[in-house]
């Protein structure tokens, strides 16, 4: 567990992310997600709140499970529209000297080379504050629009994300040596083609001789996060995430999962410790407790229930307008996210939850513990999750944007900062790269006993 907490704003480049029905209530900026402007002030206002990381959240297709419609989706803008999340990236950074970015990118509908490129080249043009989520992408929507006939089953798409993988890390770590580039101007050489390497990978869904086409960015590879939570992506977690996001809604459920992606970490020779696990949270903050009271109420009141059900029938790939509201939702395998799944079936088992009641739950935040309350009382939660259940940090989730940001930056953030769980404003930073200041660590490349360093050194 690191000192003190690490903390990512959670969003997507979109009108709705994880609230739906919340862009309805009135100063709401949300269908601002169009203007660089918008962005650049959330940019800053997290950076000025000690935020390590603005977390993107993507997906590829429409949500059409719900009603076997995509009616619904489109009409309660359900995660739809939303434009690319990485091309936002550089303008963000551009305003910001150490916020980090993590992004969102789908291993099953693109080629590892492109992959390689494109966050080799944010890499270089944020100074080495990139991180990519790491995800195989759940709708079968997104399948029909990229070329395939129908979606991938998980454990393929999961076996093709091992290869993904282990094509961009060659490219990053492996083909160009620290000295390739040498930009001898007297010489008339850029770059020594002896220290530039092919990688000859040839596999079962790639075959890319390499090299890679960019030079060595500051930290190579992006710092990976995953947030896996079926037996497969648990251990594709342990081979590859530096971060993981634990989505489980209760504390047995994450020290659980904790506990078991560390021990298959550990089976890979990774030091289970280096692991940064991350919660999401949905603080809900006022200077008094009564007004934190009426502001939960008036968001609650503006959730589309609706939409909350075509969101989560995506996620679950299960309809859930085909249930009574006041069913009880039964454990199954999902091929969509099992993490969703197992919050409601598997993470309290004393509990069982009906249909009505997980949308009510899932309508601000979907499955992350909401935290309403005096600034105070939300970093007493904060602190006890990070010091008593052992979590690194947060994925903090808005309702409101961009109000829920500021005002976690506002209330929350200095209350934090007062106990030391966030660092002040001018302390002195780890290293100038995200992976330095996740880890802790002084150097920017992946550590020596990650997966991909062993094969590479
Ligand atoms: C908290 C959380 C956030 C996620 N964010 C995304 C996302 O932005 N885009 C996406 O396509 N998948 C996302 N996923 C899906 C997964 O990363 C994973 O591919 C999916 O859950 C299927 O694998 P699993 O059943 O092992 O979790 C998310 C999952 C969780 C639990």
């Known amino acids: 567990m690191t000192d003190h907490v ?7 480049a979109s009108v709705e992310h994880v609230s739906p029905g919340s862009w309805t209530y009135p100063g709401d900026r949300s269908p601002e997600y169009t203007d660089t402007a918008y962005w650049t002030e959330v940019a800053r206002t997290a ?24 009616e619904a989706a489109i009409e309660r803008a359900v995660q739809t529209p939303a434009n690319d999340p990485q091309l936002v990236v550089p303008a963000m950074a551009a305003v910001t000297d150490e916020l980090g970015f993590a992004v969102t990118r789908s291993t099953t ?28 992408s759940y709708l079968a929507s997104a399948a029909e ?44 050489r850029y770059t020594d083609p002896k220290q530039v390497t092919p990688i000859d990978h040839e596999g079962e ?49 994450v020290r659980e999962y904790m506990t078991d992606v560390r021990s298959r970490a550990a089976a890979y020779g990774r030091d289970p410790d280096s692991l940064r696990f991350f919660i999401g949270v949905v603080p809900i903050v006022g200077e008094t407790r009564e007004l934190a009271s009426a502001k939960h109420a008036e968001y609650a009141r503006h959730v589309d229930v609706e939409a909350t059900l075509a969101l989560l029938s995506g996620f679950l790939d299960m309809d859930l307008s085909e249930l009574d509201p006041d ?8 091929d969509a996210i099992q993490g969703t799944m197992n919050a409601f079936t598997r993470s309290q088992p004393d509990r069982e939850w009906t249909v009505r009641e997980v949308a009510e739950f899932c309508g601000l935040g ?14 007493d939660e904060l602190a006890y999750w990070h010091e008593e259940v052992g979590v690194d940090g947060f994925n903090v989730k808005e309702v409101v944007r961009p109000d829920s940001l500021a005002d976690f930056v506002d209330l929350v953030v200095p209350e934090l900062r007062e106990r030391g769980l ?36």
């Open 6 to 12: 690490h903390l990512n704003l959670f969003t997507m």
């Open 47 to 70: 950076e000025r709140g000690g935020f390590e990381a603005v977390f993107f959240a993507d997906v590829r297709g429409i949500y059409d499970v719900y009603g076997d419609d995509r």
């Open 109 to 136: 509908y693109t080629h590892p080379y492109q992959l390689a490129r494109e966050f080799s080249t944010l890499d270089h043009l944020t100074d080495g504050r990139i991180a990519i989520n790491v995800v195989t």
């Open 145 to 188: 629009n990229l070329g395939l006939d129908e979606r991938m089953e998980k454990t393929e798409r999961y076996d093709r994300a091992d290869e993904f993988l282990d094509v961009c890390y060659a490219l990053w770590e492996d083909s160009w040596t620290d000295d390739a580039v040498e930009r001898d101007r007297e010489a008339g």
């Open 205 to 253: 869904h790639f075959s890319v001789p390499g090299p890679h086409g960019c030079e060595p960015s500051p930290q190579r590879t992006p710092v990976v996060y995953q947030a896996g939570s079926s037996d497969r992506g648990r251990e594709f977690a342990a081979a590859n995430a530096e971060a993981v996001f634990a989505s489980q809604p209760t504390e047995e459920g």
């Open 327 to 334: 069913q009880k939702v039964e454990h199954i395998e999902t």
């Open 366 to 379: 979907t499955t992350s513990p909401t935290i309403v309350g005096t600034p105070e009382h939300v970093a």
């Open 422 to 457: 966030v660092p002040p404003a001018d302390a002195d930073s780890p290293g100038d790269t995200l992976r330095e200041r996740l880890l802790g660590e002084g150097s920017p490349r992946l550590r020596a006993d990650h997966p991909a360093r062993e094969s590479s050194d």
